[in-house]
């Protein structure tokens, strides 16, 4: 088994609940926070994935609840996913037929490249780079689903 698992089917793959622990850098000023919580992709009318994560981020020792919402959208084929902000705007595509993605956002002055890796069945991952004039961070999210 190599180090990327193939996915034939990314909303399949997504669907269901998982639990998320994240650890952010700053590079700049070298701080680190983490998150913990659980993201859940849950059947969105029409098509597609609603993906919702809620649980607490501890940033310089103060712990503050978090919680973000995506849609996951059917891509061109089953193993692509096309990824939204919750009021619609485009995010990032995602094509997890390979194991291993990476993707672009731009935001302002700001570049954010995700890379996202299947490790297997019930465990993948993210790392978001972001590097901007005002920004240098390094975020790493593992998830494993929960049964």
């Known amino acids: 088994m190599g180090e990327?698992?193939?996915v034939p089917?990314?909303?399949?793959y997504l669907a269901g609940s998982w639990r998320a622990e994240r650890s952010v850098r700053d590079l700049a000023s070298g701080e680190t926070g983490?998150?913990?919580?659980?993201?859940?992709?849950?059947p969105l009318e029409g098509g597609g994935l609603l993906h919702h994560e809620s649980?607490?981020?501890v940033w310089q020792g103060v712990p503050r609840p978090?919680?973000?919402t995506l849609r996951f959208l059917p891509g061109s084929s089953p193993g692509k996913a096309e990824v939204r902000f919750s009021d619609g705007r485009p995010f990032h595509d995602l094509d997890l037929t390979s194991g291993?993605?990476?993707a672009d956002h731009?935001?302002?002055?700001?570049?954010?490249?995700?890379?996202?890796?299947?490790?297997d069945a019930d465990h993948w991952r993210s790392v978001w780079r972001v590097r901007g004039p005002a920004k240098d961070l390094?975020?790493?999210t593992g998830y494993v689903r929960e049964c």
């Open 106 to 119: 731009p935001c302002a002055a700001d570049l954010y490249r995700g890379e996202f890796t299947v490790l």
């Open 66 to 68: 978090a919680e973000r």
């Open 100 to 102: 291993h993605h990476v």
């Open 55 to 57: 649980g607490v981020f």
């Open 9 to 12: 089917d990314a909303l399949r």
């Open 34 to 42: 983490e998150f913990s919580g659980t993201t859940a992709f849950d």
């Open 4 to 6: 990327f698992w193939p």
């Open 138 to 140: 390094v975020l790493t």
